[in-house]
Each structure stands twice: as C-alpha cells, then as structure tokens.
C-alpha cells in the first residue's frame, strides 16, 4: 500500500481516501510525463510561429534552403519528442 502511494506522491491517508472515493490515482511519472510534453508543445509552436512569421514577412529571403531544411529537421524532431512522451503516459495508465 505504501509503495502504491509513494508511486502516486501521496501521504498513505490521501492514496486510501482517493481509493475509497474511486478518484483516479496518477502516478509522478504521469506526471512528469505531461510536464515535460507540455514544454515540448510549447517549443513546437515557437517553431512554427517563427517559421510562419519568416514565411509571411520574407518569402524566400533571409535564409538559405539549407537553413530552412535544418529548421525543419529540428521541427519534426520535436514533434517525435511529443509522440514519445505521449507512448510514456500511455504506458503509464495502463
């Protein structure tokens, strides 16, 4: 029981009241998990703000195609960052 409860961040009386009331029990890894997929989320749309800007105010300059490749190397990198956190929090609530 107390292993259930440290795997949960909760006191042993708040796990058992959480139990006895049938809320759902969320682990620190889920967590975590959110916490870290919401600041890649958040870079997500940086990148694409900017992209979206450099597109709408210079067409074609200001950057050479191999720039803008990397940029969206870096970009799809990202959003395989998201599924991963996303698989982590699958797995956690199974």
């Known amino acids: 029981m107390s292993a259930r409860a ?4 909760m006191a042993q009386s708040a796990f058992l009241r959480a139990v006895g009331l049938n809320e759902p029990i969320r682990s620190v890894v889920d ?4 916490a870290d997929l919401a600041k890649i989320n958040g870079d ?5 703000g900017l992209l979206k800007l ?11 195609a191999a ?7 870096e ?4 959003q395989a960052g998201v599924r991963i956190k996303m698989g982590m929090i699958v ?4």
């Open 67 to 73: 720039k803008v490749e990397a940029m969206m190397i």
């Open 31 to 34: 967590l975590q998990a959110e």
């Open 44 to 48: 997500l749309g940086r990148v694409a």
């Open 54 to 64: 450099w597109l709408a105010e210079k067409p074609g300059f200001g950057a050479s």
């Open 6 to 9: 440290a795997q949960a961040g």
């Open 75 to 78: 970009f799809r990198e990202l």
């Open 91 to 94: 797995k956690a609530n199974r």
